[in-house]
């Protein structure tokens, strides 16, 4: 492993990582405007929404059902698990190539989003 | 309004901000969400949640080919995403207890800055070869392609560095934008880090820090996957299409005609949060 390699497997993950994500959306987002597409909308006061969509268990099962709303949430999760993934592997490369310096660094940083991600939920 | 023109108005907004965001350097977020609640009347909240999971999409997108040509310092963007992780953890929370007239009023300042850099182009400071003893010590000096050669480049000032990446990373949590032009200035000219790995790498952090208070977006409910779709796709979208025009495009015209188009959203911001409005 080198930092150049490192770099092609980085790039890589965030390109796939965006085209699953965006394509999940527009999946989803078909499907909901072919179901309610002259339904009324209106976002002008903000409540807290379907409580299904606001855990990762809850839109898992909402997407498995393939509700539209479930499904386009879970593109969006998936969208943002990308960059901590990106840390992940960033970890993991630091890590064989012997860089003990950069990988406490990424792991610092993977440990706060975990943190975020599960004080969250 | 029906679903169906809601979704296209707002896909076409998106694309707009997302290809303008990408010509002028400051991402899609700063536009989007004046556009969606001054245009529309989306909530604030559902606004700023849209923006941000679009902010992760356009800024991945982005690196994931900076990366490859080797512009970005994958070594700085790991150091300083400890400090923008943690302050956008703190923005996210203050976002949910802090009034949306406050937001939108602080929402019009960051547009004023983010006018005035559109207008005069992000600072570009001369970049150094010698790193100072903490720069280092972290081993952040690098090299980057520069006219068929690699040219190598020390760091320097990396507390300065580090406590502003915080401040951005909180706005970025705060607001729901990528806050890139915080980011850039923190590199440029406070680390002395040349401007095209700057940029570059700044783009790469946006993603992961964006990703930090996106969790708490998505458990608090401003992400509505109705609102969050078209704005997600549409950004997307504009944003390549902007990456690609701008290699051949006249970018200083239509740099001053967005300065004042966003000039004039942050006075429309600031007005409606005063008065009560947003």
Redesign the interface.
């Known amino acids: 492993m080198n ?2 390699r ?3 497997i ?3 993950l ?2 796939t ?2 085209l699953v ?2 394509a999940t ?2 999946a ?2 078909v499907l ?2 072919i179901q ?14 379907s409580p299904a ?3 990762l268990s809850g839109i898992v099962r909402s997407a498995a059902q393939l509700q ?3 499904l ?2 879970l593109g ?2 998936l ?6 993934a ?2 992940a592997v ?1 970890l993991a490369g630091f890590a064989l190539e012997r860089d003990r ?2 990988t406490v ?2 792991l ?2 993977l440990l ?2 975990a ?3 599960v ?3 | ?4 023109d ?2 296209a108005m707002v896909w076409i907004l998106s694309f707009l901000a997302g290809f303008l965001g990408a010509l002028t350097g400051l991402g899609g977020g700063v536009v989007v969400v004046p556009a969606l609640t001054l245009a ?7 606004a700023i949640g849209a923006s941000l ?1 679009s902010v ?2 356009t800024s ?2 982005a ?3 900076y ?2 040509e ?1 512009f ?1 310092n ?2 700085i963007g ?2 300083l ?2 400090a923008t ?2 302050g ?2 703190l923005g ?1 929370f203050l976002a949910g207890r802090i009034g949306t007239h406050t937001l939108a009023i602080i929402f019009g300042l960051v547009l004023i800055q983010a006018a005035y850099h559109s207008f005069k182009g992000l600072p570009e400071g001369d970049p150094i070869v010698e790193s100072d003893s903490l720069a280092r010590r ?2 952040l000096g690098g090299t980057y392609p520069a006219g068929g050669k690699l040219q190598e480049y020390g760091v320097r000032h990396v507390p300065a560095g580090f406590g502003l990446m915080f401040g951005a990373g909180a706005l970025s949590g705060l607001l729901g934008i990528g806050s890139g032009a915080i980011k850039v200035i923190a590199m440029d000219r406070v680390m002395r880090i040349p401007f095209k790995v700057s940029t570059t790498t700044s783009n790469f952090m946006i ?2 820090t ?7 977006y ?4 401003f ?8 704005v ?2 549409g950004v ?1 979208a504009g944003a390549l299409l902007g990456a690609k025009v701008l290699v051949h495009a006249r970018v200083r015209t239509l740099r001053a005609v967005f300065a004042f188009v966003i000039l004039a959203l942050a006075v429309e911001m600031i007005f409606n949060g005063i008065t009560g409005r947003v």
């Open positions: 930092d150049r490192l770099e092609t980085i790039s890589r965030l390109r990582g965006v994500a965006a959306v527009f989803g987002g909901y405007l309610s597409h002259s339904g009324r909308v209106d976002y002008r006061s903000f409540g807290p929404g969509l606001l855990s539209s709303q479930g386009i949430q969006l999760v969208l943002i698990a990308t960059p901590v990106r840390v960033a310096l950069y660094i990424s610092i940083v706060i989003l943190f975020s991600l004080h969250a939920g | 309004m029906t679903a169906w809601f979704t529309l009347g989306v909530n604030f909240r559902y999971v992760i999409a991945s997108g690196a994931a080919a990366v490859r080797g970005s994958i070594r790991m150091f995403e400890i992780t943690l956008a953890i996210a972290l081993r993603g992961v964006a990703a930090a208070s996106a969790g708490i998505l458990s608090r409910g992400v509505d996957p109705r609102v969050a779709m078209p997600m796709l997307l």
